[in-house]
């Protein structure tokens, strides 16, 4: 029970990683706040099931990249619970082999201006309480042999910047802020537009070079996001926790 009668605000939490930690997160004893964008039914379902496991479940539809929506976000979280103890920013998108700067745009406004307005919506409460801010960054960000990921990598190399930057301007008011880098993780966001063989021939491509000899499942990260938002990792801040099996193939894991 690492979190114990803590709130934890997840953002993207209706399917694959944002499912893991909220699943993960309550059965630790958190109250989830569970953000959502389109999925509804798979948002309830989920709070349905945290619901069971004694902690309180308040699901919350918003598009992050919208202000306006997160400001009311916010406000609904604290009407219900008072404060946020952990916010973790994992909503996010990836549209590949695109140079259309259309997309660049939509990519910036989901995977980073999201985490700029969670955490200003939040600044007062967490100067007041401290607490944990971890951000889902990506290996993306890190390393540059990705072919097609250009417009993605430069949003999740920005969330990296990001986070090291608001570690050091909350870090006096006892908030650790951290990022999750993951690797190749089985969710909808890396299954989509691949046929049964394509996916077989991909995850057989990348166990191979990968140390651990398999791909990622949102369960990995989830452990790694409940470890960053207990007191285990108290003095832990501004740093990248890259969570891909060990991939031969990327040079530069440490910044
Ligand atoms: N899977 C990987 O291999 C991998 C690797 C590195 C990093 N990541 C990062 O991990 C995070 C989660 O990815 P995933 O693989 O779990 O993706 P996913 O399965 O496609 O799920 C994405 C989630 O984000 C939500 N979302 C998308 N746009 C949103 C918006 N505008 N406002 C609010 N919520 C929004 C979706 O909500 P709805 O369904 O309700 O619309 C969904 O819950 C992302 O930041 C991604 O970049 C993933």
């Given at each position: 029970?690492?979190?114990?009668?803590?709130?934890?605000?997840?953002?993207?939490?209706?399917?694959?990683?944002?499912r893991a930690i909220a699943?993960?997160?309550?059965?630790?004893?958190?109250?989830?706040?569970?953000?959502?964008?389109?999925?509804?039914?798979?948002?309830?379902?989920?709070?349905?099931?945290?619901?069971?496991?004694?902690?309180?479940?308040?699901?919350?539809?918003?598009?992050?990249?919208?202000?306006?929506?997160?400001?009311?976000?916010?406000?609904?979280?604290?009407?219900?619970?008072?404060?946020?103890?952990?916010?973790?920013?994992?909503?996010?998108?990836m549209i590949t082999g695109?140079?259309?700067?259309?997309?660049?745009?939509?990519?910036?406004?989901?995977?980073?201006?999201?985490?700029?307005?969670?955490?200003?919506?939040?600044?007062?409460?967490?100067?007041?309480?401290?607490?944990?801010?971890?951000?889902?960054?990506?290996?993306?960000?890190?390393?540059?042999?990705?072919?097609?990921?250009?417009?993605?990598?430069?949003?999740?190399?920005?969330?990296?910047?990001?986070?090291?930057?608001?570690?050091?301007d909350l870090g006096k008011?006892?908030?650790?802020?951290?990022?999750?880098?993951?690797?190749?993780?089985?969710?909808?966001?890396?299954?989509?537009?691949?046929?049964?063989?394509?996916?077989?021939?991909?995850?057989?491509?990348?166990?191979?070079?990968?140390?651990?000899?398999?791909?990622?499942?949102?369960?990995?990260?989830?452990?790694?996001?409940?470890?960053?938002?207990?007191?285990?990792?108290?003095?832990?801040?501004?740093?990248?926790?890259?969570?891909?099996?060990?991939?031969?193939?990327?040079?530069?894991?440490?910044?």
């Open positions: 029970m690492r979190l114990k009668n803590k709130v934890s605000l997840i953002t993207g939490a209706s399917r694959g990683i944002g699943i993960k997160f309550a059965s630790e004893g958190s109250n989830i706040i569970l953000n959502y964008n389109r999925n509804e039914s798979s948002a309830l379902r989920i709070c349905n099931e945290i619901e069971k496991m004694n902690v309180e479940c308040l699901p919350v539809k918003a598009d992050v990249s919208r202000k306006d929506d997160v400001g009311t976000m916010v406000k609904r979280s604290l009407d219900r619970f008072g404060y946020i103890d952990v916010l973790v920013n994992n909503a996010g998108i695109t140079n259309r700067t259309e997309d660049l745009e939509r990519m910036v406004g989901v995977n980073l201006y999201s985490m700029v307005y969670t955490i200003e919506a939040l600044r007062e409460n967490f100067m007041k309480r401290g607490g944990k801010i971890i951000n889902i960054a990506s290996v993306a960000g890190i390393v540059t042999s990705l072919t097609g990921t250009t417009f993605y990598s430069i949003t999740k190399g920005a969330v990296i910047t990001l986070t090291r930057r608001y570690a050091f008011y006892g908030v650790n802020v951290n990022a999750i880098a993951p690797g190749f993780i089985e969710t909808d966001l890396t299954r989509k537009g691949k046929s049964d063989e394509e996916w077989r021939r991909t995850v057989e491509d990348i166990s191979s070079k990968t140390a651990l000899g398999r791909i990622g499942r949102p369960e990995d990260i989830a452990n790694a996001a409940i470890f960053l938002a207990s007191g285990e990792s108290d003095f832990i801040t501004g740093q990248v926790i890259v969570v891909d099996g060990g991939r031969q193939d990327f040079f530069t894991h440490s910044l």
